[in-house]
């Protein structure tokens, strides 16, 4: 361990001591303010004798600290002023990221959770601040990532009085939170804030708001206060059931066609290379869910790819034909599953989930372990290995595999995106973070990006949210500043959130951010074609702005590329480059996403699996 | 299939907004709710009526509001032996002529009046609810005028009978 980073104390009381350290180069703070250890340390900064105030923002700053948050993403207002007062005072212990809406900072920090895989922090005004950051909160509360949010309110004494920019922000985000709460009293808020990150980054991960009112983060306050917490109803439960494991073990060598279906939980849980292990040692086929990718590498052997509604044809039909499917860390969900009455119709189900509330939610399970992924699967990896009597499915597999790949046109000049997103994955050797808007590019990425470990692939899964692709690649970007970063967006959802150019420009983030440009809302249109008949009502959308006048507006370089050729002789360069770019790439617009299962069909009615 | 379920919160503000929420959130149709505080400062005990389709829905109402961090405990008390209660009143429309017939109708459920004025009386009873019900049906034909009932509130008898002896019974059928 060295202390790389030594900084100023940050508030100005007596005999308050500051230190951060950094440990190696993943960048975990630990940070003491305790007089004793921090005499152990080799540095120190000593505090001149001030007369101390210090205000509930101040203690909020100190409590971030304390958790060992170094990064913000937020948005000032008149609610939280205190709260940005105490951060300006706290200068330089926070990368404060201002973005242009408080919705791209909240995508952000969705993104930067996910990269880091530790708890993006937000903090947004009362009223409308707050309400700008709700569709972020429920996309974080879909994909299980860890958040805290800290939101301004107005003063307690006129709570409850439609004050100037009061909204019930505990009543809006209640049911789409793990947990809420308002700061009632002073005393608490130290306790508050880290019960927060104790409940966002434990168990199943998810967002957790703090409103604090204003007349409580401005109240001075000298005293020192306990912030020890006590939540006997939050218990997670992390070890599984060695019972159930012997069950799942014998299970599992009995099968004649088993398969693992690996969900985020596993990346959640940082369990790939015990899944690794697990998988390899049986010779086990495996398949993701959309959020599940990276879990395993996509270009191994075992790997299937993607299961669900665009998932591979192999996929899907291993989840069908299965006697045992072994689910780690994915909710069953309906893009998944398709019709539940012809999902793995055969199966005995194991279900290894940390939240019990998603065992047997949609799909009856046979043999439930509630455990964190990786602790259940070092218990797996425990037992003895034997190998498995299932040649004939493993033929089948890879029958399947040959017979029915993934499938695309290739016209001679014009580009599909299926082929652009083969060449970002061959430019960029795979090892590029992706984020994704939602839509029809969305599904390409996901099936022709391979990533080979976890954390690289960031995406909104359950909320389906437009809009969250561009400003979570910065998120991601900050998270990891040496990484490549692509944000993968249509022409639709980019110009949900494009104000966050202003980031890109203001801290020269490498982010690139290409445009699958179809000039519609293709995945709407598909739909529309498929199965209204070509009524395309509202999804051709032949207005744009000029996306390279618009990146050059924000003093970003903007590239248009509109053949194979072109994007063949500037594309490596753009993204080998560590300047930002936002990339016109205009494509074919009937391109649809293929191979699909149908809304109401089932997995084995798949559609478009060949040309 | 009609439940009783009990849950024991942590007294925190949005508790019960929060387990209310969830529960229409996840379409439970929710029968009653009454709330209240406990033995223990800072816990209060919330028991719901419910009508769940089956045992699958069943276990993800209990599993959602376990998941709740203020939601300390539940428990499915529906085939446990237990107690259970419900208080109603009921303001009946009537003069002195008919008082003390309404009197004689409600003394079986061991019923009080506990107002009376020119037009009316007000019957408070006690107990289980089905109890409950057959009472008001006896006091409808006289013109009830308003009526309140705080919803069932239960817990488990201090004696449960071993599991040889158990006879599942259901207070709500
Ligand atoms: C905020 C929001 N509004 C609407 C939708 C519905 N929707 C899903 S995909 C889609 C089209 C997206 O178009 P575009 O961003 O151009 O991407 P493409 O499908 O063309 O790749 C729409 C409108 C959504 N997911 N999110």
């Not at chain 1, 790389?4 to 950094?22: G, I, M, Q, S």
């Not at chain 1, 809006?172 to 709460?181: D, F, L, M, Q, V």
């Not at chain 1, 899907?316 to 893009?335: T, V």
């Not at chain 2, 109603?88 to 009046?113: C, D, Y």
Request: hydrophobic share 40%; net charge negative; with cysteine.
């Amino acid at each position: 361990m060295k202390v790389k980073d030594l900084f100023t104390p940050l508030f100005p009381c007596t005999n308050l001591r500051a230190y951060k350290e950094v440990e190696g180069e993943e960048g975990l703070f630990i940070f003491s303010r305790n007089k004793q250890e921090g005499l152990k340390m080799k540095a120190q900064a000593s505090v001149k004798e001030q007369t101390a105030t210090r205000t509930g923002a101040d203690l909020l700053v100190e409590a971030l600290i304390e958790q060992g948050v170094d990064t913000l993403f937020g948005y000032p207002g008149g609610a939280v002023l205190p709260i940005y007062d105490a951060i300006y005072r706290a200068e330089g212990s926070f990368d404060h990221i201002l973005p242009r809406h408080e919705q791209g900072a909240i995508h952000a920090a969705e993104g930067y959770a996910r990269v880091a895989n530790r708890a993006g922090v937000v903090i947004g005004t009362s009223g409308p601040g707050a309400t700008n950051l709700v569709t972020g909160i429920a996309d974080a509360m879909m994909d299980s990532i860890p958040l805290v949010i800290f939101t301004g309110q107005v003063a307690k004494g006129v709570i409850g009085t439609d004050a100037f920019q009061e909204s019930d922000i505990m009543g809006i985000t209640t049911p789409i939170t793990k947990h809420n709460y308002q700061v009632q009293e002073i005393e608490e808020l130290p306790r508050i804030v880290k019960e927060a990150f104790h409940i966002a980054t434990t168990g199943r991960p998810g967002p957790v708001v703090v409103d604090i009112p204003k007349d409580i983060s401005s109240m001075v306050h000298n005293k020192e206060i306990d912030s020890d917490f006590h939540l006997p109803g939050y218990q997670p439960t992390v070890k599984p059931n060695p019972l159930q494991i012997n069950k799942l073990h014998e299970a599992l060598v009995e099968a004649k066609k088993p398969v693992v279906l690996a969900g985020s939980g596993v990346i959640h849980a940082e369990a790939s290379e015990h899944l690794k292990e697990f998988v390899r040692n049986y010779q086990l086929p495996v398949t993701t869910t959309l959020l599940g990718l990276g879990s395993y590498p996509g270009n191994d052997d075992l790997s299937l790819g993607m299961a669900g509604m665009h998932g591979t044809y192999s996929a899907n039909m291993a989840l069908y034909e299965c006697d045992l499917l072994i689910n780690i860390g994915s909710r069953f969900d309906d893009r998944l599953t398709g019709n539940l009455q012809h999902f793995a119709p055969h199966a005995t189900v194991a279900h290894i989930d940390i939240d019990p509330a998603e065992i047997g939610k949609n799909i009856p399970t046979d043999i439930p372990i509630v455990s964190d992924a990786k602790a259940a699967l070092e218990s797996l990896n425990e037992k003895t290995v034997k190998a498995l009597d299932h040649n004939e499915w493993m033929k089948q597999i890879d029958q399947n595999e040959a017979e029915y790949p993934l499938w695309h046109n290739q016209p001679e000049e014009a580009i599909v995106p299926q082929w652009l997103m083969q060449k970002v994955y061959e430019y960029t050797k795979g090892e590029a973070i992706v984020t994704t808007d939602v839509g029809q590019h969305q599904m390409w990425a996901a099936q022709y990006y391979h990533f080979d470990r976890p954390n690289r692939w960031v995406t909104s899964g359950g909320l389906g949210t437009m809009g969250y692709g561009f400003p979570a690649a910065i998120g991601a970007q900050i998270a990891d500043p040496d990484s490549t970063c692509v944000a993968v967006v249509g022409d639709g959802g980019f110009q949900m959130t494009l104000q966050e150019l202003s980031v890109l420009q203001e801290r020269g983030l490498p982010v690139k951010v290409l445009i699958v440009n179809n000039q519609a809302l293709g995945m709407v249109r598909q739909w529309q074609e498929k199965f209204y008949s070509e009524r395309y009502s509202e999804s051709i959308i032949d207005t744009q702005p000029d996306f390279v006048k618009l990146a050059e507006s924000y003093n970003i370089p903007g590239y248009f590329i509109d053949s194979q050729e072109a994007l063949e002789a500037e594309l490596p360069k753009i993204l080998a480059d560590d300047k930002p770019a936002v990339i016109d790439c205009r494509v074919l617009q009937k391109e649809n996403v293929y191979p699909m299962i149908a809304p109401g069909k089932g997995l084995h009615e798949m559609i478009g699996v060949k040309p | 299939m009609k439940r009783i379920v009990t849950a024991t919160v942590h007294n925190r503000s949005g508790v019960l907004n929060r387990v209310t929420g969830l529960l229409s959130k996840r379409q439970f149709n929710i029968e009653s709710i009454s709330v209240g505080r406990t033995e223990v400062e800072g816990v209060s005990k919330m028991t719901f009526v419910v009508e769940v389709e089956d045992n699958r829905k069943l276990e993800q109402l209990t599993k959602q509001l376990n998941k709740q961090i203020d939601v300390l405990k539940v428990s499915d008390i529906t085939d446990k032996a237990i107690v259970a209660r419900e208080l109603a009143m009921v303001k009946v429309i009537s003069n002195p002529q008919i008082r003390s017939e309404i009197q004689s109708i409600i003394e079986p459920f061991r019923a009080s009046i506990i107002d009376v004025s020119k037009e009316s009386v007000t019957v408070q009873v006690t107990g289980k609810s089905d109890k409950v019900d057959a009472l008001i049906d006896l006091l409808r034909p006289y013109g009830i005028k308003e009526l309140a009932r705080t919803g069932v509130t239960a817990f488990t008898r201090g004696h449960q009978p071993q599991v040889a002896e158990f006879k599942p019974y259901s207070l709500l059928k």
